[in-house]
DNA sequence: AAAGTTGCCTGCAAGC
DNA sequence: TGCTTGCAGGCAACTT
């Protein structure tokens, strides 16, 4: 479940039961996610009390007493789940409803589980210094002051690459992902196909301003639940009803005054849901 | 069969 | 010509 908004409602959601408590307890359960974990990742982790918790982009970064940071990336199926204080009653906390992708264990001081679990394996977590370069190659935070027009100007400049694509890159605007981007050239009417050099600059003013927007809002939804079969403690996002072009193949077009059908097709090897009709 | 992730690899073009 | 750099697209990692 990971953009920007899903991202953010998850460190939310940690944040209370994570922030100024300390790691009584971590277990690796395997050795790798989609990389293999840093050496002494667990012993590195145990003991450590947790400072702060921030999103930067789609990574989690919790700061960590003994100084640096666990950096976490839900990749496509990253998600956590927290388990009450059982540990203050004297019982054992329950085995992980999802044993088998139940990667990461966490257990605060206070006797939270907090458990990450990941089918496809794509995320990933790491220790980490504030100079990492996967921190430092980063673009602007879209819902950031300075993300705007001009940002997009420049990335745009001379490019024969669609917006669509270049909107994905991290380096251009850090958080992004597939869903958000077509929602957002949607709104502005863009066609995520043209060359974006040939986008007209006064249209990239309103292309900021829908891209804050959809975030925004997806946000206050607590991001957009997709494929999600068991519901987790945590309540689930409803920003998914909110989608105007994403997985709406063949729908007619929300936008005022169009009369347009939903149309997909394939970008850098990922879906593009886009109305060919008024978004050119 | 398709999937919301990143990053690596390739082949090609442009520039010096 | 040959080398370097950047670009654009494709694919791999894995499970349901």
Request: charged fraction near 25%; aromatic fraction near 8%; charge should be positive.
């Amino acid at each position: 479940m990971p953009e920007l908004p899903e991202v953010e409602t998850v460190r939310a959601g940690l944040e209370p039961v994570l922030v100024g408590r300390s790691l009584a307890r971590v277990e690796a359960r395997r050795p790798d996610l989609r990389f293999p974990l840093p050496d002494g990742f667990v012993q590195r982790l145990t003991g450590a009390r947790v400072l702060n918790l921030r999103r930067r982009a789609k990574y989690l970064l919790a700061g960590l007493d003994r100084g640096g940071a666990l950096l976490m990336h839900l990749g496509m199926t990253g998600r956590f789940e927290v388990e009450g204080a059982a540990m203050r009653d004297g019982f054992a906390l329950a085995a992980p409803a999802d044993a088998k992708h139940a990667h990461i264990l966490f257990e605060t001081d206070e006797g939270v589980r907090i458990t990450f679990y990941d089918a496809r394996r794509f995320g990933f977590m790491d220790l980490v210094e504030d100079d990492d370069r996967r921190l430092l190659a980063l673009g602007p935070e879209p819902l950031g002051a300075d993300f705007d027009a001009t940002v997009l100007a420049r990335a745009f400049a001379g490019r024969r690459q669609g917006p669509k694509t270049l909107l994905l890159d991290q380096r251009v605007v850090a958080g992004l992902g597939n869903i958000y981007v077509c929602e957002a050239l949607h709104r502005a009417r863009i066609s995520p196909t043209q060359p974006a050099a040939s986008v007209a600059p006064r249209r990239l003013e309103p292309l900021v301003a829908a891209i804050k927007d959809v975030l925004g809002e997806a946000i206050a939804a607590g991001g957009s639940s997709l494929r999600d079969f068991a519901a987790a403690n945590g309540e689930l996002g409803y920003f998914q009803h909110s989608f105007r072009v994403y997985d709406q193949e063949g729908e007619p077009c929300p936008n005022r005054g169009c009369r347009g059908t939903i149309r997909r097709t394939v970008q850098a090897g990922r879906s593009t849901f886009f109305c060919p009709t008024c978004q050119r």
